[in-house]
Structures are given as structure tokens and as C-alpha cells.
């Protein structure tokens, strides 16, 4: 079974940093792209940004309000993905969940049960 | 602003059929994918690939596309539908979400 579990939310003040982690299992890890997606309070789906495989060279991507301020990371070891968060603001409250595209092929399927990170002061 | 447009919401009796749309520029080269996300719960595939269904997906669930819309049908819609519905569409460098849809079975 595909299982994703985050963890590191938190409250953070803004300007302050955060790193979530997500622990996966069930899967060949090292073969698949990672993402990161939040949800703020009553808000839809952003997609953050994501890690290719290794095999695809393991290119991050971001979302233009992450671009600079997030970084995604692997440590394909322990079967675990990072999303370092630094000059967070208010407006990056939200739950972030961490999903899987297992086959490059642009689909999240699962996503973890998600943690909730609030900026405020 | 979304590059991917849902109407906010769509309203459907029990056993009628509901249908959600999502346009954008996206999807004139890119599948659609969909999501379910009910309160307080983690989104659920279930379209991908604009047609396809994952297995645990009820047969009710169906995808088509057209141009540069995708389209979301539930047919036979029950209850436990009432959920909110996201596409998503993607490239080489980015992924995009839809606004989503507020699905009301009254």
C-alpha cells in the first residue's frame, strides 16, 4: 500500500522558517516525482512545486510564490521528502500535503493526510 | 485568477447526472486529471488522464474532453458525492489547479 505521512507544521512567525518532511512507503521511491501542494483555510488547491526522479535528472520546480523562499529536497535513503520553507509570510498559512506522480505522467495519486503550517505573529 | 476556469459551484438532485466543466489554454495539448476533496479530508483521484478511472472509483465517475475543456460527469450522482471538485493540468515546468467546484446534492 502507497502511504504518505507529513509532518513539521507548525506556528511559525512571519519572516521565520519551517521544514516539513514527509515519510513515503509502498513505492519505488527513487523512481518517482514528488510534489508538494497546499490549501489555505477555506481556499483550493496551489500546487507548490515538485522533484523529478533521479533518473530524470531530479529538476525541482516551483510555483512562482514559492520560487526563492521553498526548496524541495530528497533523501531517497530513508524514503523521504522535505519541503524547507524560509521567509514565510501570512499568506503561506495553509495545510501542505505531500502526493505522488508514480509515473511522470502528471497525476497525484496518493496524497498524505497533510499538515497544517500557520504564519502568524 | 485561475488558468484553469470551474464554475464555483454546480447543484444536482440525487440520481441526476452532474456535470463539471474546466477550461483553460492548458488543456488544448495537456490532459485533465480530477480531484474529490470532501470537508476535512485529503483530495482523491478520480479521473486521470481526462477519460481514465483509478481502480476504487465508481463507475458513476466519468471524464471526456473537448478543445480546451474538460468535463466531469457524474451520472446517477448520490449523496455521498457532495464534495468539492478540482481539475488539474500540467507541463513541462508547472502545475495547475482549477479553482474548484462546490458539488451540492440537494
Known sequence: E????ESGGGLVKPGGSLRLSCAASGFAFNNAWMNWVRQAPGKGLEWVGRIKSRADGGRTDYAAPVKGRFAISKESSKNMLYLQMNSLTTEDTAVYYCTTDLNAAGWFDP??????VTVSS | SYDLAQPPSVSVSPGQTARITCSGEKLVSKYACWYQQKPGQSPVLVIYQATKRPSGIPGRFSGSTSGNTATLT???TQDVDEADYYCQAWDTTSVVFGGGTKLTVL
Open chain 2, 74 to 76: 457524474i451520472s446517477g
Open chain 1, 111 to 116: 496524497w498524505g493526510q497533510g499538515t497544517l
Open chain 1, 2 to 5: 502507497v502511504r504518505l505521512v
